[in-house]
């Protein structure tokens, strides 16, 4: 079974900062992937990022890019020059092996962004 | 526009009254799954679904019931809901779970059982 853990329940940031928010994950299958997904106030779920497990560069989506260190089962989110909008809750998940199954999500870091 | 469409948004029920909510999806997906997001646990899959006729459990089914008959509705039934049943609900559908493409996931439905 997958587990994936965030350790940062609540973060306050400056505007225009970078921001990290962790992740590390546990699974024995060999292939997985990592995803992140950002939940604004409205509720929705908006998919930000992944990483293969197989990928052999970290994964970027314009201000959004996913730090990967496999030996350390890390894939923590940085948010490069944050803004307003950015406050939300983020969720970091994981699929492992076909990643059929679904997906396992961690319980989330409810980030706010000061001006 | 590619979609996954849950109704309905917000449902207030009483103690083992059936209910369903409903999810279609128009993005000609195969995969299909159920969530519950609660304060301070995250998201947990109730249900998932590979392709029609063909589901299972996830991590908390107990108290729910899933039917996949056709490839782009996958319907969450509530036979007799609780009130630790009261949860907001997400819906989500993706094309190929190993493509960077994520999940995409439907509005929610917050559902309050009394």
């Known amino acids: 079974a997958q587990k994936i853990t965030q350790t940062q329940p609540g973060m306050f940031v400056q505007e225009k900062e970078a921001v990290t928010l962790d992740c590390t994950y546990d699974?024995?299958?060999?292939?997985?992937?990592l995803f992140w997904y950002k939940q604004p106030s409205s509720g929705e779920m908006i998919f930000l990022i992944y990483?293969?497990?197989?990928?052999?560069q970290n994964a970027t989506e314009g201000r959004y890019s996913l730090n990967f260190q496999k030996a350390r089962k890390s894939a923590n989110l940085v948010i490069s020059a944050s803004q307003l909008g950015d406050s939300a809750m983020y969720f970091c998940?994981?699929?492992?092996?076909?990643?059929?199954?679904?997906?396992?999500f961690g319980k989330g870091t409810h980030l706010i962004i000061q001006p | 526009e590619a979609q996954v469409t849950q109704n309905p948004r917000y449902l207030i029920t009483v103690t083992g009254k059936k209910l369903t909510v409903t999810c279609s999806q128009n993005?000609?997906?195969?995969?299909m799954s159920w969530y519950r997001q609660d304060p301070g646990l995250g998201l947990r899959q109730i249900y998932y679904?590979?392709?029609?006729?063909?589901?299972d459990k996830g991590d908390v089914p107990e108290g729910y019931k899933v039917s996949r008959k056709e490839k782009r509705n996958f319907p969450l039934i509530l036979e007799s809901p609780s009130p630790n049943q009261t949860s907001l609900y997400f819906c989500?559908?993706?094309?190929?779970?190993?493509?960077?493409?994520?999940?995409?996931f439907g509005s929610g439905t917050r559902l309050t059982v009394v």
């Open positions: 990483q293969g497990s197989y990928d052999q």
């Open positions: 699974t024995s299958d060999p292939s997985y992937g």
């Open positions: 993005m000609n997906h195969e995969y």
């Open positions: 679904s590979m392709n029609v006729e063909v589901t």
């Open positions: 989500a559908s993706s094309l190929s779970p190993e493509a960077p493409y994520g999940y995409t």
């Open positions: 998940a994981t699929h492992s092996g076909g990643g059929a199954d679904g997906l396992t």
